[in-house]
């Protein structure tokens, strides 16, 4: 009974880009994950020092997180990370919901917002990577038209990103709608 008031309960939280200063709270969140969880985030198994120091390198290194924040807590998170080396415009992108938020519309929330921000950002395609088993990752891929394939163990996908126009910046809320007067 109590478990089918969870499924009824508004999720409360926001959806936000984290700062610098939400490190600590991303890292948490990371720790948190139980080991499927974990495993589906990492493609494979991590210790607890491995994610201090992939917490603290995300930041360092420039990536895109996105979290999903309630009281205080990131619950959930979205990361961009650049493939530099790619010929076009190219990031990586990885999600962790914490168990007792998963199949709950968070996951596609934050991908919502990681889709935004890339177009943003100019990026004109995303990588996913993820085991054969993370049906959630690979459901999510598909919405946004992943061709995905098995690679060496792993499935790649890529996501097709159309450049935003200036009509997209607009309702993106990249843009405003007048311009700025200044004077």
């Not at 985030?41 to 917490?55: E, L, P, Q, W």
């Not at 995303?126 to 792993?154: I, K, S």
């Amino acid at each position: 009974m109590q478990q089918d008031l969870q499924g009824t309960v508004p999720l409360m939280g926001t959806v936000r880009q984290l700062r610098p200063s939400d490190m600590l709270r991303f890292r948490e969140h990371l720790l948190r994950l139980d080991p499927e969880s974990r495993r589906d985030r990492f493609n494979g198994i991590t210790d607890d020092s491995f994610i201090v120091d992939y917490a603290g390198r995300s930041f360092a290194q420039g990536t895109t997180v996105i979290g999903y924040v309630e009281d205080d807590e990131v619950l959930g998170a979205a990361e961009l990370h650049e493939r530099a080396e790619e010929s076009q415009p190219t990031a990586e992108i990885a999600f962790s919901v914490e168990r007792h938020l998963q199949d709950k519309g968070i996951g596609g929330r934050l991908f919502e917002r990681l889709i935004m921000q890339a177009r943003g950002l100019g990026y004109a395609q995303l990588r996913v990577t993820t085991h054969p088993q993370n049906g959630a990752m690979r459901a999510l891929a598909r919405r946004y038209n992943a061709a995905l394939v098995f690679v060496d163990g792993e499935t790649v996908g890529t996501i097709h990103l159309d450049p935003l126009t200036p009509v997209g910046l607009i309702a993106a809320g990249a843009v405003p709608k007048q311009p700025l007067r200044f004077g």
